[in-house]
Protein backbone atom coordinates (compact mmCIF):
# COMPACT_ATOMS: atom_id res chain seq x y z
CA UNK A 1 0.00 0.00 0.00
CA UNK A 2 1.26 3.38 -1.28
CA UNK A 3 0.86 6.51 1.12
CA UNK A 4 0.53 9.88 -0.79
CA UNK A 5 2.89 12.46 0.81
CA UNK A 6 0.15 15.27 2.32
CA UNK A 7 0.89 18.72 0.92
CA UNK A 8 2.20 21.67 3.03
CA UNK A 9 -0.79 23.31 3.36
CA UNK A 10 -2.83 20.10 4.84
CA UNK A 11 -0.02 19.48 7.04
CA UNK A 12 -0.44 22.88 8.28
CA UNK A 13 -4.00 23.42 8.43
CA UNK A 14 -4.01 19.93 10.32
CA UNK A 15 -1.25 21.72 12.50
CA UNK A 16 -3.82 24.58 13.19
CA UNK A 17 -6.78 21.81 14.17
CA UNK A 18 -4.84 20.62 17.03
CA UNK A 19 -3.81 24.01 18.05
CA UNK A 20 -7.15 25.43 17.69
CA UNK A 21 -8.30 24.36 21.14
CA UNK A 22 -6.44 27.30 22.81
CA UNK A 23 -3.59 25.20 24.26
CA UNK A 24 -0.50 25.13 24.07
CA UNK A 25 2.02 22.65 22.49
CA UNK A 26 5.40 21.59 22.28
CA UNK A 27 7.06 20.97 19.22
CA UNK A 28 7.46 17.41 20.10
CA UNK A 29 3.83 16.95 20.89
CA UNK A 30 3.00 18.65 17.69
CA UNK A 31 4.76 16.20 15.77
CA UNK A 32 3.12 13.13 17.40
CA UNK A 33 -0.40 14.85 17.14
CA UNK A 34 0.18 15.82 13.04
CA UNK A 35 2.44 13.02 12.30
CA UNK A 36 5.09 14.48 11.03
CA UNK A 37 8.93 15.24 11.50
CA UNK A 38 10.15 17.29 13.81
CA UNK A 39 11.61 19.09 10.78
CA UNK A 40 8.69 19.98 8.85
CA UNK A 41 6.83 21.18 12.70
CA UNK A 42 10.06 23.52 13.05
CA UNK A 43 9.59 24.51 9.53
CA UNK A 44 5.75 25.01 9.25
CA UNK A 45 6.13 26.80 12.84
CA UNK A 46 8.64 28.82 11.20
CA UNK A 47 6.58 29.56 8.48
CA UNK A 48 3.25 29.96 10.16
CA UNK A 49 4.87 32.84 12.78
CA UNK A 50 5.93 35.17 10.21
CA UNK A 51 2.03 34.70 9.08
CA UNK A 52 1.10 35.72 12.67
CA UNK A 53 -1.35 32.33 12.24
CA UNK A 54 1.25 31.18 15.50
CA UNK A 55 3.67 32.08 18.19
CA UNK A 56 6.40 30.64 19.42
CA UNK A 57 7.46 30.87 22.78
CA UNK A 58 10.77 29.92 23.60
CA UNK A 59 11.84 29.31 27.09
CA UNK A 60 15.38 29.58 28.76
CA UNK A 61 17.42 26.70 30.08
CA UNK A 62 17.47 28.76 33.41
CA UNK A 63 13.86 28.75 33.35
CA UNK A 64 13.11 25.66 32.12
CA UNK A 65 12.22 22.51 34.67
CA UNK A 66 14.25 19.94 32.89
CA UNK A 67 17.06 22.41 32.42
CA UNK A 68 17.00 22.40 28.56
CA UNK A 69 15.79 24.76 26.49
CA UNK A 70 12.25 24.31 24.18
CA UNK A 71 9.73 26.22 22.49
CA UNK A 72 5.92 26.04 23.07
CA UNK A 73 3.40 27.33 20.13
CA UNK A 74 0.38 28.58 20.24
CA UNK A 75 -2.40 29.43 17.95
CA UNK A 76 -3.45 33.27 17.23
CA UNK A 77 -6.62 34.84 16.76
CA UNK A 78 -5.26 35.88 13.01
CA UNK A 79 -4.66 31.89 12.94
CA UNK A 80 -7.91 30.86 14.12
CA UNK A 81 -10.00 33.23 11.72
CA UNK A 82 -7.67 31.67 8.78
CA UNK A 83 -8.60 27.66 9.90
CA UNK A 84 -12.27 29.47 10.10
CA UNK A 85 -12.03 30.34 6.42
CA UNK A 86 -10.13 27.09 5.40
CA UNK A 87 -13.76 25.31 6.69
CA UNK A 88 -15.86 27.48 4.93
CA UNK A 89 -14.12 26.23 1.64
Known sequence: MTRTKRTTDEIRKKMLDVLSNGKVYSFSAL???VNTSSQSIRANCKAMEKLN???IIHIPAEE???GRASYTVKITD???KWLD?????
Open 31 to 33: ERK
Open 53 to 55: FIK
Open 64 to 66: SGS
Open 78 to 80: EGL
Open 85 to 89: KLKKI
